[in-house]
């Protein structure tokens, strides 16, 4: 038998238990580590020393989110020898190669599947690929409560802040949404993606940004021209160089990336001998990140376990993500190169950090501008 202690009794720490205890996996819940105003049951504790002293628990499922303390539990966990298993993206993106340099001096393990793609198994996706293939480019929708937020805009014809009401009333969007629509989420997300994939401690000064000033008729605007939007988190790597960034991207209405309904999530690696390969699920909710997490412990069970090495020495080249861009602004660039539509001004050869620049220089100008990257050099 298995013992575990779960960090925090939220949305997803409550799946964990909920799979634990409902099915007969040779896994025991031994401690909860919650508040002490929701303390109320015999495994439940606000202690978190108690989890540290307890010799029989090999197994920290951390699922609280944020920085501190989760970043010090993590710490604490794996420097006392128990292995983590953890959901929380946030801290490990800033962390990870932290996290790996604790793992590795106790001989515990840091799991981190549940951090990308909810239930779909991307991590494992990834870290097997790797093992054979230099993965050379990944991209994914990995973000549910956007593409929701897109999908709703253009199925129901909503507007931005109506469709955002909506998801915020089903639960997939937080009060204070920013971590989802300004791209943050799917920032920390390719962060860890990146590290795992192209073995490299990947920079945390990614350009990000996303929807908030998305209008349904940019979107009208973009489905003329047989395109949709998603917001994606993207990476490319080669001849000792690498490349990420997040953004919106235009991308054909046919694709499959486009076809991506709901708060679902797509996520697709490229390997030399594997080609491509693409992951499809549930990005995210109790059970289904519950569950990655319930597969982490049982590999750990198993015996296996990750063994990261972030020694490839990369150097980070925007270059790589080259492309075009569409720029819906009162502000029009000098160097504009016509436009895709009347008010969308077409700025071409632009890597991702000078993109990120121009957009902000517009939205100094006119708030409500919107910045798109185009496919076709993509």
């Not at 030399?272 to 109790?286: D, P, R």
Request: some cysteine; proline content about 5%; glycine content about 10%.
């Amino acid at each position: 038998m298995t013992s575990i202690a779960i960090l925090g009794h939220g949305v997803v720490g409550r799946g964990v238990e909920q799979i634990v205890d409902t099915r007969d996996l040779d896994v025991e819940v031994r401690r909860i580590l919650d508040l002490p105003q929701f303390c109320d049951g015999p495994r439940m504790t606000s202690n978190y020393q108690d989890i540290l002293d307890d010799p029989q628990i090999e197994v920290v499922v951390e699922c609280m989110g944020g920085l501190e303390p989760a970043r010090t539990y993590i710490l604490a966990a794996l420097e006392a020898g128990k292995s983590v298993v953890t959901s929380n993206k946030a801290v490990v993106a800033a962390f990870f190669d932290e996290f790996v340099a604790a793992a590795n001096a106790s001989g515990a393990a840091l799991m981190v599947e549940a951090t990308c793609g909810g239930g779909i198994p991307w991590i494992a996706g990834v870290e097997k690929a790797a093992r054979i293939d230099a993965i050379d480019r990944f991209q994914g929708i990995l973000n549910g409560t956007t593409n929701y937020i897109i999908d709703q805009m253009v199925k129901g014809g909503l507007e931005f802040d109506v469709a955002l009401a909506q998801a915020q009333q089903l639960g997939y969007a937080e009060r204070d949404p920013s971590a989802d629509i300004d791209g943050i989420d799917i920032a920390n997300k390719t962060i860890i993606t990146a590290s795992i994939a192209f073995g490299c401690a990947c920079t945390r000064e990614l350009p990000v940004w996303g929807i908030r000033t998305l209008t349904k008729a940019d979107l009208d605007v973009l489905a003329g021209k047989g395109l949709s939007v998603k917001v994606l988190g993207r990476g490319v790597s080669r001849d000792g160089r690498y490349a990420v960034a997040v953004s919106p991207v235009a991308i054909p209405a046919r694709s499959l990336e486009a076809c991506v309904p709901d708060n679902y999530n797509l996520a697709t690696l490229h390997g030399e001998t594997i080609g491509e390969l693409k992951f499809y699920g549930q990005g995210a909710g109790s059970l289904p990140t519950g569950n990655a997490m319930v597969q982490d412990v049982l590999d750990l069970k198993a015996g296996r376990h990750p063994s990261y090495d972030f020694s490839a020495g990369l150097e980070y080249d925007p270059a790589l993500l080259v492309c075009d861009y569409a720029l819906r602004s009162a502000y029009v660039p000098a160097d504009a190169d016509g436009e895709l539509a009347p008010g969308y001004a077409i700025l071409r050869g632009l890597d991702p950090v000078a993109a990120r620049a121009v957009l902000d220089e517009a939205l100094a100008a006119d708030p409500s501008s919107f910045m798109v990257a185009l496919p076709e050099v993509c």
